[in-house]
Nanobody, 115 residues
């Protein structure tokens, strides 16, 4: 499974940004996709995930501000980020896991929240 992320960039505090991730390859085996983020010197942390059935899970820090969605026909997962804060600044990674519990990662995309 290959993951190609897009989006990211610079936005002012309180602004919005959208990330998108397109999956290709053996996507039939994938049962969950999502986004993680990792700041320098810190562990990678979950941001949001969504299962094939549409069940979502969010980090407490982004609940009510971020929305994850999945378009199965296009094999894409998107993350709409609203009311962004400076502490949301970091590198975001697209993730997928298949039914064999194999993990796949896309290249990171930088989100910078700054005035």
């Amino acid at each position: 499974v290959q993951l190609q992320a897009s989006g990211g960039g610079l936005v002012q505090p309180g602004g919005s940004l959208s990330l998108s991730c397109a999956a290709s390859g053996n996507i039939a085996a994938v049962n969950i996709m999502g986004w993680y983020r990792q700041a320098p010197g810190k562990q990678r942390e979950l941001v949001a995930t969504i299962t094939n059935g549409g069940t979502t899970n969010y980090a407490d820090s982004v609940k009510g501000r971020f929305t994850i969605s999945r378009e199965s026909a296009k094999n894409t997962v998107s993350l709409q980020m609203n009311r962004l804060k400076s502490e949301d600044t970091t590198i975001y990674y697209c993730h997928a896991r298949d039914r064999y519990l194999m993990n796949y990662w896309g290249k990171g995309t930088l989100v910078t929240v700054s005035s």
